[in-house]
């Protein structure tokens, strides 16, 4: 049984381990054809029990510009668990062919599950509304861009803070850095849950609550985390209705930000931010999408074990 690495949520890694990665992918960024075969003749497998566009395309071709190969699916009615197959065979099985497993799963837990069972290193792409380690080292990156370090920063985030696991894994994960601040901004009925209040409490991290963004916007924050309504985990329809445009971000509001703010989303965008934002230079969130695929290249390579080629 393989007993190295995995990455199910940000706490795997240490603040060390996690400046190794954003450092790695910094020079890949540099020099990607150096690092164009260093996975040569090396498999990932990626399984997508729930929809994705970022998240997969961007961990195939992180492993394809590495130069190593992809399999898997991105619709489990195609593959044995429409048999009834579990996901403790399913991942015994496809450690067998691959040398490294991404899964999203609408299950909490399972990408954890599925570790004990492989034989290879097994990288959670989001399960369910609880955690989504590679988002957070994609927003990690975005932000050592535009903001040079993971410091003294406010941040506001702002969305579905109880279903948005994007929001779960940054927030924990930036409270591991030095004085972050953070403003939640949400409706009532979608604040950040208890438990990550409780893993961020005993670190001295100073939070508000508000459902007033513009309010936010005045108060200076340095990043605006946006992020949609997460429909899919919604009980009722009705309610989802009611609190899905509760935000929508627009050039009046960007107009109260500070002229540094950066404005971040993990996407898919649905109303939340007015397409009319998008040419504002603040808007780095299509850019966030490039950093997310360095970054997986950097990931892949470290629980591969392959060293930097510089
Ligand atoms: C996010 C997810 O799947 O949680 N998408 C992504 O991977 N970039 C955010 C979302 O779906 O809202």
Do not use: W
């Not at 380690?133 to 803070?161: A, S």
């Not at 309504?229 to 209705?241: D, G, M, N, P």
Request: charged share 25%.
């Amino acid at each position: 049984m393989y007993s190295g690495k995995h990455l199910i949520q940000p706490s795997d890694f240490t603040i060390e381990e996690i400046n190794d990665i954003l450092s790695l992918a910094k020079h890949i960024i540099q020099n990607p054809k150096a690092y164009a075969d260093v996975c040569k003749g090396m498999v990932l497998a990626s399984l997508f029990y729930e929809p994705s566009t970022r998240t997969k395309f961007s961990f195939d071709t992180a492993m394809l510009r590495l130069g190593g190969q992809v399999i898997g699916f991105s619709d489990p009615t195609t593959s044995s668990t429409a048999k009834g197959e579990t996901v403790a065979d399913s991942a015994k099985t496809v450690s067998k062919y691959a040398d490294i497993i991404v899964v999203r799963h609408p299950k909490e837990g399972t990408a954890k599950l599925m570790s004990k069972f492989a034989d290879c290193p097994v990288i959670n792409a989001g399960d369910g509304g609880h955690q989504h380690p590679t988002q957070t080292l994609t927003d990690l990156l975005t932000i050592v861009n535009y903001k040079k370090e993971i410091k003294n920063l406010k941040v506001g985030v702002c969305g579905d803070l109880k279903f948005g696991r994007t929001i779960h894994s940054l927030v924990t994960c930036l409270s591991r850095f030095e004085n972050i601040e953070f403003v939640f901004i949400s409706p009532e009925e979608l604040k950040m849950p208890g438990y990550v209040k409780e893993e961020i409490e005993p670190l001295g991290i100073k939070y508000t609550e508000t459902d007033n963004l513009e309010q936010a916007m005045k108060d200076g924050l340095d990043i605006l985390y946006m992020s949609r309504v997460q429909r899919e985990r919604f009980i009722s329809e009705e309610e989802y209705l009611r609190l899905k445009d509760f935000f929508i971000l627009t050039k009046e509001k960007m107009a109260l930000a500070k002229k540094d703010m950066i404005v971040m989303h993990p996407l898919p965008r649905v109303n939340e931010i007015a397409t009319e934002v998008d040419s504002d230079p603040r808007a780095v969130y299509f850019e966030q999408v490039r950093f997310g695929m360095y970054v997986r290249m950097a990931l892949i390579m470290t629980l591969l074990g392959i060293k930097d080629v510089q």
